[in-house]
């Protein structure tokens, strides 16, 4: 059998203790207990204080009293341990192997057993008593072993090796709970023995080659939330007058595991069946909600001795109304990994625990449907699906911030290099993860950048999301974090002052729409054909349902909005059709000047309408979609601590390593883009990159595509400039193979800075 630690999707295993409650690391009370074998000070004869610990696990259990805690340090701890006093139920005694933190693997304590012959953890004859966080290895017998003990919980943590049951409950023992343990045997892996009552097993993720969980003759049992791979053996199995059970929530597969983690057919597969009650056990016992596979070949049930295939037949027997008979590793809908075991658990089933295996709390799928009980959104199985970020709000454009009057900040008045403005967000976006806002700056004094970032970063985060010369205007999209409803603008350059405008388009959260990237492509351009130039004092309704892959019922566009050979100064304000034009515009250019920003918009009866104002001239426009969200979308937003990716002006620090150096004139410089998969990033995945580029040094007029990598350059543009100007755009760009493609479309070349903001992935 081949044991897969890596195999656990998304699998830590600390969190948060049921029985009885421990949240983090406990606080050390007077009496308190400390084993630390690694410090030089530790003596099994001492007082076992925190300064000079006991260097054996064994010479604290010899003496912990009801309502101490034993702390002990992270280590091998070969002596094994044998536990036999007792706690009460107002003051349990509790061992802790290390902070229990979500998603942290590596603070357990690891007790071996003595010898091949004698169990590493025995609890004999005890009560009330707790042991969080463990690494336990057995040899012959058991790894840990409860005899006629009552209200012990063994909770998070590894228990492997060993040929006997990796867990045996015996003898008169009742209300012992195995919870958050991932384990990796070659025998049973629970062992519930006749006598015993009211064992849970809860929230674990079980890999063997023998019968997952089996209790015999023992009423009571709860089987609840696990996670089981049995590799052609039975999964779980209530044997004898195991009556009055409950196996509920639980993702079994039976079959054959390949590299990969996924079941296939078994040689005798007559042999895994996934569930298996025998008749002396069905009365009172109830099945369901589970996800059991039907790879193995063998039955999805065994029920009085009657086997049933699917979950129809078994459902004829009062049983199993809403569990499913499918791969719990198979995406339901074909574009995204989503099994059937997402939102979908009896949340109200005895034995749930509040955290999954890894210490998690249950989080809402925002694209699937709660179909479980209670909050509806817990998962079956030992772990919870997290890999998905939130969903997009348009809103009507709204000035939040002018510096000009004093909106949004205690004063009216400019702001100078190196000052700060602090805005806090209006009360309905409460809970926002994230925000768009169009951010202009006007009127500057002198050369300057601009960086937008969360409450809480401690400083600036060392990008830009907008650069000037003196007495430009200037605008660019931002997406941001958002952190206390709150985020902090800082004016950075030379010294001098100058003015900030934002505008809000639309918010990330649990509710809105997800994404489809769809380019870039383009959807207009009014040098073409028989178009005319847009005059100022103008709109022009653009169609878009139906363009490009976007369905009539898109909810909002991301477009590259280009103005070029305007004649007078002037602004553009692109809005939803047939809606009253707000204040707020997304462009600002002068005479002569080629300029593009990223636009969100919301549309309306397939439509966005576009307005030139500021003056008396004409303009021509150029739209290049990125993509629309939909409710039939399925990318949701991950947002980050805005950070730099690239800067050509200096030697890269990822392998291999990229020298400084300019991206020549029509030149493709290639970016990977990931390394940081616990942002989410979707190097390895179907992902969208939300990017802050911004040309510099620039030596000739130009422009920037951003592509696929590996893909057709399309006809778009991300960027336009002029001989010496330094300017930013936000990039929305779909990721192939981990990287995207940044052409120089310009006979000079010039430097490129990307910054990452976030990630659209699937």
């Known amino acids: 059998m081949k044991l897969r630690i890596g195999a656990i999707a998304g699998a830590a295993l600390l969190g948060s203790l049921a029985l009885p409650a421990l949240s983090g690391q406990a606080v050390a009370a007077p009496g308190d207990l400390y084993v630390n074998k690694n410090n030089a000070a530790c003596t099994d004869t001492g007082s076992g204080t925190e300064r000079a610990p006991y260097c054996s696990i064994q010479a604290a259990a010899d003496l912990v009293l009801p309502g101490q805690t034993v702390h002990v340090a992270r280590g091998q701890y070969p002596a094994g341990l044998k536990l036999t006093r007792s706690g009460t139920a107002e003051a349990p005694i509790t061992f802790l192997g290390g902070a229990d933190a979500p998603g942290d693997v590596n603070n357990e304590a690891a007790i071996n057993a003595s010898g091949a012959t004698v169990p590493a953890i025995t609890v004999s004859g005890a009560r009330h008593v707790s042991l969080n966080g463990f ?265 939040v911030l002018d510096t000009r009057s004093g909106l949004g900040t205690t004063a009216a008045g400019p702001v100078r290099t190196d000052g700060y403005v602090h805005l806090k967000l209006p009360a309905e976006l409460k809970g926002a993860k994230a925000v768009t806002m169009n951010v202009t700056v006007t009127a500057p004094t002198s050369a300057g950048y601009l960086t937008v970032y969360p409450d809480g970063v401690g400083g600036t985060t060392g990008i830009s999301n907008l650069n000037w010369t003196a007495g430009t205007t200037i605008a660019n999209l931002v997406t941001v974090p958002v952190t206390d409803d709150t985020v902090w603008f800082h004016v950075g350059g030379q010294p001098g002052t100058v003015q900030i405008v934002a505008d809000l388009q639309g918010s990330y959260g649990q509710q809105g729409n997800a994404f489809t990237p769809t380019g870039p492509a383009r959807v207009l351009d009014t040098r073409e054909g028989n178009g005319a130039a847009l005059r100022q004092g103008q709109t022009l309704d653009l169609p878009l349902a139906g363009l490009r892959g976007i369905p009539a019922d898109a909810t909002a566009v991301t477009l590259n909005m280009t103005v070029t050979q305007p004649t007078d100064r002037g602004y553009l304000t692109v809005y939803p059709a047939g809606t009253e034009r707000p204040t707020a515009s997304n462009l600002n250019w002068v005479p002569g000047q080629t300029i593009a920003n990223l636009v969100t918009v919301p549309v309306k009866d397939g439509k966005v309408t576009l307005f030139a104002g500021g003056g008396q001239g004409e303009v021509h426009v150029v739209a290049d979609v990125a993509g629309y969200y939909s409710p039939g979308s399925y990318g949701t937003f991950r947002s980050v601590t805005p950070y730099r990716l690239l800067d050509t002006r200096q030697d890269g620090t990822a392998e291999p390593v990229r020298k400084a150096a300019k991206v020549p004139a029509r030149g493709t410089l290639d970016l990977a883009i990931g390394g940081k998969p616990e942002l989410g990033d979707p190097s390895s995945r179907n992902g969208v990159a939300v990017l802050n580029v911004t040309v510099t040094n620039t030596s000739t007029p130009g422009f920037l595509t951003a592509y696929p990598y590996g893909t057709e350059r399309p006809l778009a543009s991300n960027l336009n400039w002029t001989a010496g100007q330094t300017i930013p755009n936000q990039v929305v760009v779909p990721v192939k193979n981990g990287k995207i493609s940044l052409y120089n479309g310009s006979t000079g070349s010039t430097d490129l800075v990307v910054d990452v903001l976030g990630y659209q992935t699937w």
């Open 135 to 399: 690494t336990v290895l057995g040899g012959d017998k058991p790894a840990v072993l409860v005899q006629n003990s009552s209200a012990v919980s063994l909770m998070r943590g590894l228990i492997g090796g060993g040929r006997g049951p990796a867990v045996q409950v015996t003898g008169e023992s009742s209300g012992v709970t195995v919870g958050r343990y991932r384990f990796l045997n070659n025998g049973t892996s629970v062992q519930v023995d006749p006598g015993v009552r009211g064992t849970v097993v809860t929230t674990n993720y079980f890999h063997n080659d023998d019968t997952v969980v089996a209790a015999t003759d023992a009423p009571g049992t709860v089987v609840v939330a696990n996670t089981v791979r049995s590799e052609c053996h039975p999964g779980i199995v209530l044997a004898g007058a195991s009556t009055g059970s409950t196996v509920e929530n639980n993702a079994v597969e039976t079959g054959k595991l390949d590299d990969s983690n996924h079941g296939g057919a078994c040689a005798d597969g007559s042999a895994a069946t996934g569930i298996t009650v025998a008749e002396a056990a069905t009365a009172g016992t109830l099945v369901d909600y589970n996800v059991v596979s039907p790879l193995s070949g063998g039955a999805a049930y065994s029920w009085a001795g009657h086997a049933y295939a699917g979950q129809a037949q078994f459902a004829a027997t009062g049983q199993g109304a809403h569990d499913l008979v499918a791969d719990p590793m198979v995406p339901t809908d074909g574009r995204r990994p989503v099994g059937p075991t997402v939102d979908s658990a009896d949340e109200k089933a005895p034995g749930m625990l509040p955290v999954d295996l890894s210490g998690y709390g249950a989080v809402d799928d925002p694209l699937v449907a709660n179909s479980g009980t209670g909050a509806g959104y817990r998962d079956r199985g030992a772990t919870e699906y997290r890999e998905f970020g939130s969903l997009y709000t348009p809103l009507a454009p709204r000035r």
